[in-house]
């Protein structure tokens, strides 16, 4: 069965600076991986997905994450953090066929002014 | 496009009663998706519909039911509510396996 691990509870980061929401998975086969963002009392937001190609793939309000097989991990970054980002990040893993989407238990990030 | 909308938003039941849940699904969207959100938790998948039909279910008891109609709209009900049942419950809609879910703002439910 696939799962997902995000191994931080609360990353706090200044404004300006560059961000890291660490994930990493585990699945048997090629993995779909996608990243959520939900702000309060709102459902998720898609962000973006790997599903092949590109390791570093580009998403929504200048969100990108890196793929890499060999440590099984799909790390959101973003070059310089805006307050704005503040909010519960949610990373998710598919594999194929009728399996859903099962998603980690979320890092919520900080942005300070 | 229409995103997908749940209905009600917020919802107060005693524990033993029943509740229904509604949804529609995105247009153009066949697959919907429930899932339940406790506080401070991820989401955890219920079960998933394809055109009407239940394809997929998460570690759920019975009492947790859905439908799926020929409009692709969803309803999830639950029986014999327990107090753990409290949580922000998702619909989520999606075009073919694979695709990224497109969600709901949620239903709150709360049990007393």
């Known amino acids: 069965a696939q799962s997902v691990a995000q191994p931080e509870d609360q990353v706090n980061v200044a404004e300006g600076n560059p961000l890291t929401v660490k994930c990493t998975y585990s699945v048997s086969g090629n993995p779909y991986l996608f990243w959520y963002v939900q702000y309060p009392n709102r459902g998720l937001q898609f962000l973006l997905k790997?599903?092949?190609?590109?390791?570093l793939v580009k998403g929504s309000y200048g969100f990108e994450a890196e793929f890499n097989k060999s440590q099984t991990s799909f790390h959101l970054k973003k070059p310089s953090a805006l307050v704005s980002d503040s909010a519960l990040y949610f990373c998710?893993?598919?594999?194929?066929?009728?399996?859903?989407?099962?998603f980690g238990k979320g890092t919520r990030l900080s942005v300070i002014a | 496009e229409t995103g997908v909308t749940q209905s009600p938003t917020h919802l107060i039941k005693t524990r033993g009663q029943q509740v229904t849940l509604r949804c529609s699904s995105q247009?153009?969207?066949?697959?919907v998706s429930w899932y339940q959100q406790a506080l401070g938790q991820g989401p955890q998948f219920i079960f998933q519909y394809y055109r009407e039909e239940e394809n997929g279910r998460g570690n759920f008891p019975p009492r947790f039911s859905g439908l799926q109609f020929p409009n692709y709209s969803s309803e999830l009900n639950v029986n014999a509510l327990e107090l753990d049942d409290s949580a922000l419950y998702l619909c989520?809609?999606?075009?073919?396996?694979?695709?990224?879910?497109?969600f709901g703002n949620g239903t709150r439910l709360t049990v007393t």
């Open positions: 247009s153009g969207h066949n697959t």
């Open positions: 790997y599903i092949t190609g590109d390791n």
């Open positions: 989520a809609s999606s075009a073919t396996g694979g695709s990224p879910l497109h």
């Open positions: 998710a893993v598919f594999n194929s066929g009728n399996t859903p989407l099962v």
